[in-house]
Nanobody, 124 residues
């Protein structure tokens, strides 16, 4: 079992930055591909980004490419999401997710473990 706890969500202004963290309670964190998804009110959950087990490979949705950066610290069992140049349309609950294989996939159903989410609200 993997327990994931997100933190760092808050109210931010458009053009600003936030960094989200996701702490994993698992002994073999480095064997998991990690991802961030988000869900805006009234919308489906959408894939944002994923990072490989070692952190050497990343994948981004077009909507955040160039603004958001995913990273991980396997020594701290933590994955991060640095969000820059925030827009009101980035307002959503942000979830981290884990899968126990190496492929960085983008469907919800590809991920086995989920956090409870953290709210990000961007004001214009």
């Amino acid at each position: 079992q993997v327990q994931l706890v997100e933190s760092g969500g808050r109210l931010a202004q458009a053009g600003g930055s936030l960094r989200l963290s996701c702490a994993a309670s698992v002994r073999t964190f480095s064997s998991y591909t990690m991802a961030w998804f988000r869900q805006a009110p009234g919308k489906d959950r959408e894939f944002i980004t994923a990072i490989s087990q070692s952190g050497g490979l990343t994948r981004y949705a077009d909507s955040v490419k160039g603004r958001f950066t995913i990273s991980r610290d396997n020594a701290k069992n933590t994955v991060y999401l640095q969000m820059n140049t925030l827009k009101p349309e980035d307002t959503a609950v942000y979830y981290c997710a884990a899968r126990s294989t190496a492929v960085m996939l983008s469907r919800e159903t590809d991920y086995d473990f989920w956090g409870q989410g953290t709210q990000v609200t961007v004001s214009s």
